[in-house]
């Protein structure tokens, strides 16, 4: 005699059979769309040249004493200039009421290393390149950096002094990696 009374919890033997084939078709098909977007998904990051550029290593420790060195970083011009202690003690001195944008000696210069001003190398009024990255450029009266185009004229702190300019020079995002090298970015 056949009992008609069948456990609830059973389940027929094919539909047990279809849900585990359902299981695995839909884990079947979660691995294949992964095989096939993770190389799509990687082609998008940056390739290692694209961030070595984004994030360059300048050695500052060969710029002598009173020199800049120009170096391009997302299509500026950055300048690094190496001050000496009389540039250091002169714009210690400079009264914030002299300048259009006040700004001190430790807001410019990086607390790691006193010596050496980052900033980028255009004019804040007209964008010209500025003059004055090697002491047989014209620098103008305070010794700094002098623009051809307007007359603009910057102290070595990259602050806007005399002229048309009203605003100091951009610092740039950067770190001293050791005493020889700095990483922009």
């Known amino acids: 005699m056949v009992d008609h009374t069948a456990d609830a919890n059973s389940v027929p033997v094919g539909e047990s059979r279809r849900g585990f084939l359902a299981i695995l078709a839909m884990a079947g098909g979660a691995v294949g769309a992964a095989t096939i977007l993770w190389p799509v998904i990687d082609a998008l990051n940056p390739d290692a040249g694209s961030e070595a550029a984004a994030r360059p290593v300048v050695t500052v420790s060969d710029i002598p ?3 800049a060195r120009q170096v391009m970083w997302g299509g500026l011009p950055i300048l690094i200039r ?15 009421d002299d300048l259009p944008d006040p700004a001190s000696l430790e807001s410019r210069v990086a607390p790691a290393n006193r ?32 623009c051809a185009c307007d007359g603009s004229q910057y102290d070595p702190l990259g602050r806007a002094r005399r002229g048309p300019s009203r605003r100091n020079l951009p610092i740039p995002r950067f770190t001293f990696i050791n005493e020889a090298q700095i990483q922009l970015g």
């Open 65 to 67: 004493e009173n020199t």
């Open 82 to 96: 190496r001050l000496t202690d009389k540039q250091l003690a002169d714009n210690e001195t400079v009264s914030m």
């Open 115 to 146: 010596h050496f001003v980052v900033v980028v190398g255009l004019n804040t009024a007209t964008p010209c390149a500025l003059e004055g990255n090697t002491p047989s450029e014209p620098r103008g009266d305070f010794d700094g950096w002098l």
